[in-house]
T-cell receptor
Framework: DVKVTQSSRYLVKRTGEKVFLECVQD?????MFWYRQDPGLGLRLIYF???????EKGDIPEGYSVSREKKERFSLILESASTNQTSMYLC??????????FGQGTRLTVV | DQQVKQNSPSLSVQEGRISILNCDYT??????FLWYKKYPAEGPTFLIS?????DKNEDGRFTVFLNKSAKHLSLHIVPSQPGDSAVYFC??????????FGQGTRLTINP
């Protein structure tokens, strides 16, 4: 079974803090994704990566950056957390022309 | 600019009847389509997919239909069961990399 592990289920951070969300997969998939889920807006793509050290902006990259130094790990960074970044964050991984597998999600609250 | 749209935020169906969830897309470059099911506080789980070279794919109670000329896909669940109550997301992939989701439809199966 594919395993996609996100480092935290729940996080509470203060406005202005730098926040790291980690995602690790164990299936050697090329593509990794970060989404956020908000009511009525569905899953919106923040960034994705199709190879080590490669990254592409998704639909809502503002306020975020990513890092992929190793194939199995994809990190999402909030440079200076703001209250409008309170959300459920979901990491996913996939091969070409296959389904994506998701982690369990991280519920981030910025206060 | 929402490239994948699910225009029904919610749907209520009686147990044993057919559930039909709809999805529209705007980008003709999408070549692979997927449906996911999501329970609260969990990551989405894959249900069924379809390549753009097909117009139908069936897996047990789940069938996905693709109408490329209308840029429309639908998911049929027959017969609907109480455990099918969840939020359903459609997704579209472009170039086997970027994966874009709709806003989701909350399906409720009534006994």
């Amino acid at each position: 079974d594919v395993k996609v592990t996100q480092s935290s289920r729940y996080l509470v951070k203060r406005t202005g803090e730098k926040v790291f969300l980690e995602c690790v997969q164990d299936m050697d998939h090329e593509n990794m994704f970060w989404y956020r889920q908000d009511p009525g807006l569905g899953l919106r793509l923040i960034y994705f990566s199709y190879d080590v050290k490669m990254k592409e902006k998704g639909d809502i990259p503002e306020g975020y950056s990513v890092s992929r130094e190793k194939k199995e790990r994809f990190s999402l960074i909030l440079e200076s957390a703001s209250t409008n970044q309170t959300s459920m964050y979901l990491c996913a991984t996939k091969r070409r022309y296959t389904e994506a597998f998701f982690g369990q999600g991280t519920r981030l609250t910025v206060v | 600019d929402q490239q994948v749209k699910q225009n029904s935020p919610s749907l209520s169906v009686q147990e044993g009847r057919i559930s039909i969830l709809n999805c529209d897309y705007t980008n003709s470059m999408f070549d692979y389509f997927l449906w996911y099911k999501k329970y609260p506080a969990e990551g989405p789980t894959f249900l069924i997919s379809i390549s753009s070279i097909k117009d139908k794919n069936e897996d047990g109670r789940f069938t996905v239909f693709l109408n490329k000329s209308a840029k429309h896909l639908s998911l049929h669940i027959v017969p609907s069961q109480p455990g099918d109550s969840a939020v359903y997301f459609c997704a579209a992939a472009q170039g086997a990399q970027k994966l874009v989701f709709g806003q989701g439809t909350r399906l409720t199966i009534n006994p």
